[in-house]
């Protein structure tokens, strides 16, 4: 199942998360150290100005769209690009 915002989709997230509420203070989440449910994608995003990889989540389930809700987090900002998820002869 695709998730109800199609432009999320494939791309690497950038996230506030709010856990005292949205009067409270907010936390930047880009890059996820945890463990997360198994059903959140993941990709591995490289830095040029870092010089490493990062992990980014996806949004392409319905699970991970309510579990970023449910964990009091909105998108901040999405990248234009996607990731490829297709080969080039498949397009």
């Not at 856990?19 to 995003?45: C, M």
Request: hydrophobic fraction near 35%; proline fraction near 8%.
């Amino acid at each position: 199942m695709r998730p109800r915002v199609p432009h999320l989709r494939e791309r690497p997230l950038t996230l506030f998360r709010w856990p005292e509420g949205i009067a409270g203070r907010r936390v930047l989440e880009k890059h996820w150290n945890i463990t997360l449910p198994a059903f959140v994608e993941r990709v591995d995003v490289f830095s040029d100005a870092k010089g490493h990889r990062d992990q980014y989540i996806l949004c392409n389930n319905l699970a991970t769209l309510l579990w970023l809700a449910r964990s009091s987090m909105t998108a901040t900002g999405t990248p234009g690009s996607r990731r490829s998820v297709k080969q080039p002869s498949q397009r």
